[in-house]
């Protein structure tokens, strides 16, 4: 799912709708920028990944994606990566023989 920046939207509806339970990997890349860097939004961000886990989901793969960048707010002349992608598995559908 890649919806730049849409994902911290449609996360909580297909959480809500049990529309997951039907999903076996789920492949994201989250803005971390959206909304801000407050706490209150990181936090609230960071609570709806876990949520995921919740669900079954368990993240086996991510990584900074360089072509997503941004100014540093703290330092000139450095640009920060504000998007990483991640893959889960939804750990439902394992069946241990």
């Known amino acids: ?3 730049e920046g849409s ?14 339970n039907k ?3 789920l492949a994201l890349e989250i ?32 990584h900074i994606n360089p072509q997503c960048t941004r100014p540093s707010d703290h330092q000139e002349k450095v640009y920060v990566s504000t998007c990483i992608e991640m893959s889960y598995i939804n750990t439902n559908f394992i ?3």
Do not use: A, C
């Not at 939207?9 to 709708?17: E, V």
């Open 31 to 62: 803005h971390t920028y959206v909304g801000g860097w407050t706490p209150e939004s990181f936090n609230w961000k960071m609570d709806l990944l876990k949520r995921l886990e919740t669900l079954g989901f368990k993240k086996w793969y991510s």
């Open 1 to 3: 799912m890649d919806i």
């Open 95 to 97: 069946v241990v023989v």
């Open 7 to 20: 994902e911290w939207d449609s996360l909580p509806n297909i959480m809500d709708d049990g529309v997951l």
């Open 23 to 25: 999903v076996k990997q």
